[in-house]
């Protein structure tokens, strides 16, 4: 018996995973990409899995579709930035979410594989915010049309979220919720608060370099008056340096990275990705920073705010003050205590759970989910 056993032991190894792998290392970006592809490859008969390009705004823009059933809710996220894309990264931090949810990833107007598509001569006079405001509306209304579903789900991170919380003022009809990460609300309270998290970590350190940095552009962003790109890119040096955008990291290099494995991208698309990401903050990000939407208080459809308890990039405590005036059907403000600004990044597997558990039952309670 003993022999029996260990001879199924033998078979089960030699024919089960890695029985067959070569030996040797990846060869090519092309075989790296070639693998994440096949390992996320979505094969249940009602999956979806697409990679293409609509017409929105009057140039063609690249979205990802992805999901175990086509019947599920649909859910768009808003890339943040502006210009800096999710959708070459959501091999990590999303194929969880593809399970209960049919999820979009849009690079918008300016951005990655859209910027890669279009003659960026041509599309910078369109590079307003009213322009990529009517974008999202657009691409709502198209994703509501191409499922039909009544309604969906929009995420808004960052610069996105400046979109989203607008989406859900004009339209809260189209939405089973907003979802908002790293949301802007008063934003130069909020780049006043970063600031003073950079030079109190700097002088903690005793680090004068940061320390006289950051004091050549204080006193930074006063009200009333628009911050320089100079002065906000320096600011947000030393703030990333001190995990206020990624806790417990000096910045976004691990994510850049995992840029190169995206099975959407090709090798010309990387090539452009961050020229399109200076391309788009160049035209919008300073105006982005100046806004205020700490007004915008009573809404029409269930909010729900991923907050990073360390993110100082878009505070997180001035999102979780507005959020307490918040009046909405449903509201919930989710904390992420691991995080600061890229929750999906940081804590994938709370924010899988919390999109099911907090966002997914009011698609439930509207019949709209896969049987």
């Keep these: 018996m003993r022999r029996a056993y260990a001879s199924l032991a033998c078979a089960l190894l030699l024919t089960g995973p890695g029985a067959n792998a070569r030996a040797d290392g990846i060869a090519s970006r092309a075989e790296a990409v070639k ?37 599920n809710p649909v859910l768009l996220m808003l890339h943040g930035g502006p210009g800096y894309v999710a959708m070459p990264t959501s091999w990590y931090f999303q194929r969880g979410w593809e399970e209960y949810f049919t999820v979009v990833q849009w690079d918008q107007r300016g951005a990655g594989k859209t910027y890669a598509a279009n003659d960026p001569g041509k599309v910078a006079p369109t590079m307003t915010r009213a322009r ?33 919380i607008e989406l859900a003022q004009r339209h809260p009809d189209w939405l089973h919720a907003y979802i908002g990460i790293g949301q802007i609300t008063d934003a130069p309270e909020s780049e006043r ?42 600011q947000r040096k030393w703030l990333g ?29 990387l090539k452009t990705i961050w020229d399109a990401t ?27 705010i991923f907050n990073g308890r360390h993110d100082y990039n878009v505070s997180s405590s001035a999102t979780a003050e507005w959020f307490g005036k918040v009046k909405a059907p449903s509201k919930r403000l989710v904390w992420f205590e691991h995080s ?14 919390s999109l099911v558990r907090h966002a997914r039952p009011f698609a439930e309670k509207a019949g709209d989910v896969a049987p």
């Design 193 to 234: 608060r970063g600031w003073r998290f950079a030079m109190d970590a700097a002088k903690k350190e005793n680090n004068l370099e940061a320390v006289r940095e950051l004091e050549s552009i204080a006193p930074y962003a006063q009200p009333g008056k628009q911050v320089a790109l100079k002065d906000l890119y320096l």
């Design 241 to 269: 340096r001190y995990g206020g955008a990624v806790y417990g990291r000096t910045g976004f290099d691990a994510e850049a990275a995992a840029v190169k494995l995206s099975p959407e991208y090709t090798d010309a698309d």
């Design 35 to 71: 693998i994440v592809a096949d390992m996320r490859r979505i094969v249940t008969p009602q999956g979806i899995e697409r990679n293409q390009a609509v017409r929105i705004g009057g140039i063609e823009q690249w979205i990802s579709v992805r999901g175990a059933d086509r019947r």
């Design 278 to 304: 200076e391309f788009s903050s160049s035209r919008l990000l300073a105006e982005t920073i100046s806004m205020d939407f700490s007004g915008y208080t009573t809404f029409r459809c269930p909010i729900l």
């Design 340 to 353: 600061a600004h890229e929750i999906f990044n940081e804590e994938p597997g709370k924010t899988l759970v």
């Design 132 to 164: 990529m405001l009517a974008d999202a509306e657009e691409m709502v209304a198209w994703l509501r049309k191409e499922f039909g579903k009544q309604r969906i789900y929009v995420m808004g991170h960052s610069w996105g979220s400046s979109l989203g």
